[in-house]
């Protein structure tokens, strides 16, 4: 028996009707690829954006990863007491100083010892040519003869080709030296205005400063836990396998322990390029006994990296798995080369820190509390017995966190 309610129900329209006919659990899937879609579409508009501006967009992520280096020095000078600008400049100054000084000792060891690297270089030629016509393989000077004239018939055919790349590489020379000027500027005012910098740029974002304000000194924080962190593993790295390439006798030591450690700023892939230059170097010279020993203590140190620097120094602080850097650096090396595989880790730890603090909601404000009784508006006796004893502590208690201690009695 149907029971009049006398209440008309509203009959479902045709949208209705069809979206009644979608599952939910469709429904919500296909809400989120749009939401993916409008994400892929934006993020590609900006990856185009920065890849045609990449002479500036480069040098500011490379300022940005400079300030973060030399920052400390900054602050503590400028908390001594000395002025933004006498501080910012004392900080260039001990940085060219450090460069300039590893620059003329490598340029001294290295006309000492490439004389003598070009004639064990020679022996070991000599010795390997030697190897091929004694050894299991048997060859005769013929066949060598020959493919060193089909490679030197392969130069002479692509001359032009060597050619245009040598104008390319000339250009490039070009807009390298202009990036470096670029980079030289904003390092210099990120160290000296950054604070001015960052108050100007939260002036646009109104009421939603504060969020902003949050999210930024949290992706600060993350850039230069990460930057300090891959300055000491890289440090590291040199020292013991320059120490090692020493003890060998390998020459050109000091340049390919600098090499090792600006190649460690490029995670994981990095250190097995400069390893195996340093190999290769060492088996030219010093052949292939201490090459396999230096190999095996390249695998060791790496190792070493893996298991202790690098969840110990930046881990801890990021929480960065090493198949999460894996997949950012293929993406950085996709989309911009060995300069996109340079900031990619840095990128990735900005967002993965600013994210969360953007979109985090603020702590809601605790409730006031009661009137006092001698208030105006509130009779003698309103409230519960002991409020007062409750939100007022004794004189040595320790204040309850989380909100602004009570006015004290009067």
Avoid at 109 to 117: A, D, I, T, V, W
Avoid at 363 to 392: H, N, S, T, Y
Wanted: hydrophobic share 50%; proline share 8%; aromatic share 8%.
């Amino acid at each position: 028996m149907r029971i009049a309610t006398g209440v008309n129900a509203p009959e479902p329209t045709k949208p209705d009707r069809l979206w009644g006919l979608v599952p939910p659990t469709l429904a919500r899937i296909a809400a989120w690829c749009g939401c993916l879609i409008l994400i892929g579409i934006v993020a590609n508009f900006v990856v185009n954006v920065v890849s045609s501006m990449r002479l500036v967009a480069l040098p500011v992520a490379v300022a940005l990863l400079l300030t973060a280096l030399m920052f400390p020095l900054t602050g503590a000078l400028r908390r001594r007491g000395m002025r933004p600008i006498w501080a910012t400049w004392v900080t260039m100054f001990v940085a060219f100083a450090l460069l300039g000084g590893l620059g003329s000792i490598i340029g001294v060891r290295g006309s000492e010892e490439f004389p003598g690297l070009m004639r064990q270089m020679r022996q070991t030629v000599k010795s390997l040519e030697a190897w091929l016509y004694t050894g299991p393989l048997h060859l005769k000077p013929r066949q060598l003869s020959i493919w060193f004239d089909e490679a030197a018939k392969l130069v002479t055919e692509r001359q032009q080709q060597i050619t245009s790349t040598v104008l390319a590489g000339t250009v490039a020379l070009i807009e390298a030296l202009a990036s470096i000027v670029l980079l030289l500027f904003v390092t210099f005012f990120l160290l000296k205005d950054g604070d001015r910098i960052w108050a100007w740029f939260l002036r646009a974002f109104g009421g939603e400063a504060r969020r902003v304000d949050r999210a930024g000194r949290a992706a600060w924080r993350a850039l230069s836990f990460y930057v300090q962190g891959t300055v000491a593993v890289a440090a590291v790295h040199a020292v013991l396998l320059g120490v090692t390439l020493a003890i060998m006798g390998v020459p050109l030591w000091v340049a390919l322990a600098l090499l090792i450690f600006v190649s460690s700023f490029i995670p994981i892939i990095g250190i097995f390029f400069a390893g195996t230059v340093a190999t290769l170097i060492t088996l030219g010279t010093k052949g292939p006994i201490y090459a396999l020993i230096f190999l095996g203590l390249l695998i060791l140190e790496q190792q070493l990296e893996n298991h202790v620097l690098q969840p110990q120094i930046v881990g801890r602080r990021l929480h960065f798995h090493p198949l999460a850097i894996i997949i950012v650096l293929a993406v950085g090396g996709i989309l911009a080369g060995i300069a996109g595989a340079v900031v990619a880790v840095p990128i990735a730890a900005i967002l993965y820190r600013g994210i969360p603090e953007l979109f985090r909601s603020e702590p809601p404000a605790l409730p006031p509390g009661p009137k006092k009784p001698d208030e105006p508006g509130v009779p003698d006796g309103a409230g519960a017995p002991g409020d007062r004893a409750r939100d007022v502590p004794d004189e040595g208690e320790p204040r309850q966190e989380g909100g602004e201690p009570p006015a004290p009695p009067s």
